[in-house]
Structure formats: C-alpha cells, structure tokens
C-alpha cells in the first residue's frame, strides 16, 4: 500500500459516504458575512449527503471555504466541493437553465411553510442569505419559491447556520418518506464523488507530511538553540 492510499477500513468510509450522497441538492449562499457559520453550514451538508455548494462574493470579500471556518465545520468542509460565484444574478440563472429549482429561505408569513413544502423535485438548491441583511430582494425576485421556518418564540429569526441545518434535515426526511429515489446516487455519480474524496485522500495525507515535517524542524532549531546556550 502507497503512502498515501488509505487503509481498508477509511477507504469504506470514503465508500459508504459517496454512496449517500443527494446528487439532487446544493446550497446557495449569497454573501455569507461570518466564515465560520459557511464552516457550521458545511458540516450540516456532510451529514445530510450535500456534495456541492455555491458561495456567492457579490458584496462581500471572498475566501477559501477550504481553509476559512475549518474550526466550525470540524474539518467536513475538506470533504466538499465548492463553487465560487461573483454576481447573484448569473449563478442563479446559471442554475435554474441547468434544471435547479432555487428555494429560498425568508422570514415571512406568506411563504410556503417548511413543513408542508413539497422537496420532491429532482433538482433542489436551498438559496440562504447573510446573517446581517438576509438575501437581497433581486435573489428573491428570481427565486422560484420561498419557504419559512414557523416559529413560536418572541424572536423571529435563526442562525443562518441553524436554518441551513434545520431545511436539510427536513428536505432529507421528507425525501426519504415521499421520494426515496431522490437520496440515491448513480453508480457514476458515486464513482465521480469517491474519486473526489481519494483525490482529497491523498493531498490532505501529503500536507500532513510537510506539516509533520516543518514542525519536525521547528524542535530540532529550538533543542539546537537550547544546546547552544548551555
């Protein structure tokens, strides 16, 4: 076995996660202010089988989601591929020309409840906005719907975090009692995200390396430094 391959029992993890990936939803986040609440959003997208997500800089600095909030996202971000956008207009197009429904979140009461919304289409991307002004009112205006949490207490809105977490989980187990196909990968599509994860296998295992390395190096310049002065 090379360096770099992975043992038996992480190369079946790497297996079973592919196999449960959803091909049919991403997440779309238009100018995400915090880092680490994309890193919290990626964590709750591995646990639900959400391979791809878009991240929209239009009005806010853009960042590696690879290296940015890994803290948040207890290194799930490493995992998942991630597709940088520039205008919110394009990227939304962009997806619904390529069959995405885009389903936004809001706060208002006219909206189609979480709970009732039928998540059965094929191809589903949850459209999120910024912890500090939501999504901008063109996103909404090219949205195809817009869903809402119903909530009981006296503040009326969540975490952009906690909302991406709380639609996955209830997209996911809508999807497994009306339309469990939905949740299933083609072999192709399987073969296609296990590729990724041994390509990421591999680069995260040659970093790991040169970090032993350098750290490596680091104690032997201070262990020479102590010497020197005794």
Aim: net charge positive.
């Amino acid at each position: 076995m090379s360096e770099s391959a992975p043992t038996r029992a992480r190369l079946q993890k790497l297996k079973r996660a592919a196999t449960q990936r959803q091909p049919g939803l991403t997440i779309v986040i238009q100018d995400v202010f915090d880092p680490h609440n994309l890193g919290a959003i990626a964590r709750s997208c591995d646990a639900f089988g959400v391979q791809q997500l878009h991240v929209i800089f239009e009005n806010s600095a853009p960042f590696d989601p690879k290296t940015i909030g890994k803290n948040s996202s207890t290194a799930a971000n490493k995992w998942l591929q991630y597709q940088a956008h520039f205008d919110s207009e394009k990227a939304l197009q962009s997806l619904q020309e390529d069959g995405w429904q885009v389903v936004a979140t809001v706060l208002d009461g006219d909206a189609e409840s979480l709970f009732d919304a039928d998540f059965c289409q094929p191809r589903l991307a949850l459209l999120l906005g910024n912890e500090r002004d939501g999504l901008s009112q063109r996103a909404l205006e090219l949205a195809d719907r817009r869903v809402t949490i119903p909530m009981r207490g006296i503040a009326q809105s969540l975490n952009v975090s906690v909302t991406a977490a709380l639609c996955l989980y209830e997209i996911t187990r809508q999807r497994q009692l009306l339309c469990p196909e939905r949740l299933q990968s083609t072999a192709a599509q399987t073969a296609q995200t296990l590729d990724y994860f041994l390509e990421m296998h591999a680069h995260l295992g040659r970093r790991s390396k040169q970090q032993r390395k350098r750290r490596a190096t680091r104690r032997l310049s201070g262990s020479s430094v102590m010497s020197n002065k005794k």
